[in-house]
C-alpha cells in the first residue's frame, strides 16, 4: 500500500519565480492537506483540499495557490517566490468527515529560494 | 484559535531509561490530540492519537500518550528509551467541533537517547 508521495525531493528557485509541488495521497484517501514547516519551527498550515475545491485556508498570501485532481492528487502553487518562502512542504493525506481522522504525511519537498 | 506548547526544546535521557516529551494545549471544547515524529530530512510519522475514552493511548513502536483535561497536557511517554527514538517530536491538535479542519503543531521537542 502506497503512502504519500511528494515530487520533487529537492528544488532550487530564485526570487520572484513560480514553483508548483505536487502530492499524491495515500490509498483511499479523499483529502490532501499542505503544510510549511520552515528550519526549526513545526508545520503551518497552508491550506486544504477535498473534492477538487479548497476547503480552508491558513494565514498564507494569495500567492499560495492549489488544486486538486479527480484521482484526487494535488498540487501546490506559489507565485514570486520570496526568500522567506524556502522550507520543507508538506503534504498531508486522510479521509474527509471526522476531524479524528488522521493526517498521514510525505516526506516532503524541500524548497530552496535563492 | 487552538494553539499547542511544547516547553523543552530538547529532552536527553540514557538508553533504557523512561523518556516523557511534554505537550499542553489550549482549544475550544474538547480536543483531538496527535503525536508525530520526524526524522532528519524526513516528513512526519503518526505515533498515536487521542480521541475519546482511556485517557492511556497506546501507539508505535512502544509509544504511549497520557490525556488530562483538568491540566490541559498530553504527554508522550515510553517505558525503555532505545538510540534510535533519537528524533524531533511533534505534538498536534484539532478541535472535535468547528470549522477548523487543520492540525495545530507545536514547535517540537528534539529527543537524543544516548547510548
Known sequence: ?114 | AQSVAQPEDQVNVAEGNPLTVKCTYSVSGNPYLFWYVQYPNRGLQFLLKYITGDNLVKGSYGFEAEFNKSQTSFHLKKPSALVSDSALYFCAVRPTFGSARQLTFGSGTQLTVLP
Do not use: M
Open chain 1, 1 to 114: 500500500d502506497a503512502g504519500v508521495t511528494q515530487s520533487p525531493t529537492h528544488l532550487i528557485k530564485t526570487r520572484g519565480q513560480q514553483v508548483t509541488l505536487r502530492c499524491s495521497p495515500k490509498s483511499g484517501h479523499d483529502t490532501v492537506s499542505w503544510y510549511q514547516q520552515a528550519l526549526g519551527q513545526g508545520p503551518q498550515f497552508i491550506f486544504q483540499y477535498y473534492e477538487e475545491e479548497e476547503r480552508q485556508r491558513g494565514n498564507f498570501p494569495d500567492r499560495f495557490s492549489g488544486h486538486q485532481f479527480p484521482n484526487y492528487s494535488s498540487e501546490l502553487n506559489v507565485n514570486a517566490l520570496l526568500l522567506g518562502d524556502s522550507a520543507l512542504y508538506l503534504c498531508a493525506s486522510s479521509l474527509y468527515g471526522t476531524s479524528a481522522n488522521t493526517q498521514y504525511f510525505g516526506p516532503g519537498t524541500r524548497l530552496t529560494v535563492l
